[in-house]
């Protein structure tokens, strides 16, 4: 909330994405991709990253591979199917990614609070 409540700002809110872009091919890792990689970690495949994130095996799989290729290393590890089922599991770079982004992601949160907080403070006397 970025204003007490009756004032002008009330509703209003900042938002904002961390992204992360090559000099050639512009934007390659956004939030989306980032959550995807969350999401293979967390349930070890990719077709159910996709369906927790509502989107299509084939675009998962384009998305992971665009980001492979920008970044020129392996994010995750394949393992095809068999009795036992295959799995996808983020390499170790692949999970030094993510954890970065988090830590990023908590350092910047906490910034752009504080900028915020004097923004609105301006904006709303």
Excluded at 15 to 28: A, D, F, P, T, V
Excluded at 91 to 102: C, F, Q, R, S, W
Aim: net charge positive; charged share 25%.
């Amino acid at each position: 909330m970025a204003g007490s409540k009756g004032s002008k700002y009330f509703n209003v809110f900042l938002n904002y994405s961390i992204s992360l872009e090559h000099k050639e091919l512009g934007k390659i890792i956004n939030s989306d991709n980032f959550q995807l990689l969350k999401s293979i970690q967390a349930t070890e495949s990719l077709k159910d990253a996709a369906i927790e994130l509502e989107i299509s095996y084939r675009k998962a799989w384009g998305l992971l591979q665009d980001m492979e290729v920008a970044l020129g290393f392996k994010l995750v590890d394949r393992q095809r199917g068999g009795a036992l089922g295959g799995k996808t599991t983020l390499t170790p770079d692949g999970i030094k990614l993510i954890e970065a982004h988090k830590d990023l992601r908590t350092e910047f949160d906490k910034a752009i609070h504080t900028i915020t907080k004097k923004f609105f403070q301006e904006i709303n006397h």
